[in-house]
């Protein structure tokens, strides 16, 4: 388990007993029920092993740099942003937002056309599709380290002519 993940546990039940604390009657108790709801729900959020800063492995010589960032979003979902330094020194970043049901949301820098879906496989496991245009033309099996700090990707991807190349990358957490 991670330290995020530890200090996050606390901050969320001190947050809960407070809320339950300054109830002082029966018309408080839906809206003391709904915070704890809320707050027990924040904690799912932070529980996520995946939060943080993550950099491509790579031996192409600096400036190139990949970062992901995972940060919350919504109720239990995420936002992924990818920010690319290339050889010459210009970035460059696109991103998606998730609730890890399978539906498929726009990529923003992605390009004209461009959707994610993110579905669970098991506790370290996301399948990820890319779609142009609602044709899928990448999955992405995204696996997490169980001491949780690497996270390797296997990219499958069909060519026009119908065949399958398949790469991996490694991304290690820096935050």
């Known amino acids: 388990m991670n330290t995020r993940k530890l200090m996050s546990i606390p901050l969320v039940?001190?947050?809960?007993?407070?809320?339950?604390?300054?109830?002082?009657?029966?018309?408080?108790?839906?809206?003391?029920?709904?915070?704890a709801d809320e707050a027990a729900q924040a904690a799912e959020t932070l529980d996520n092993p995946r939060f943080g800063v993550w950099?491509?492995?790579?031996?192409?010589?600096?400036?190139?740099?990949?970062?992901?960032?995972?940060?919350?979003?919504g109720?239990?979902?995420?936002?992924?942003?990818?920010?690319?330094?290339?050889?010459?020194?210009?970035t460059s970043s696109w991103g998606y937002v998730t609730m890890f049901d399978g539906e498929f949301h726009p990529v923003e820098g992605g390009g004209e056309?461009?959707?994610?879906?993110?579905?669970?496989v098991d506790d370290r496991t996301n399948r990820i599709l890319n779609a142009r245009?609602?044709?899928v033309y990448q999955v992405i099996i995204n696996v997490l380290s169980e001491d949780g700090n690497t996270i390797n990707n296997e990219y499958r991807?069909?060519?026009?002519?119908?065949?399958?190349?398949?790469?991996h990358a490694v991304y290690r957490r820096i935050e």
């Open 133 to 135: 245009d609602g044709e």
């Open 13 to 35: 039940l001190a947050t809960v007993v407070g809320v339950l604390a300054c109830g002082s009657g029966d018309g408080e108790r839906a809206d003391e029920a709904a915070a």
């Open 113 to 120: 056309g461009a959707t994610t879906a993110v579905e669970v």
């Open 157 to 167: 991807r069909t060519r026009e002519d119908g065949t399958e190349s398949v790469s």
């Open 55 to 73: 950099q491509l492995e790579s031996d192409r010589p600096p400036p190139y740099r990949n970062v992901m960032t995972y940060e919350p979003h």
């Open 75 to 90: 109720n239990g979902g995420m936002k992924i942003t990818v920010a690319t330094t290339n050889a010459e020194g210009e």
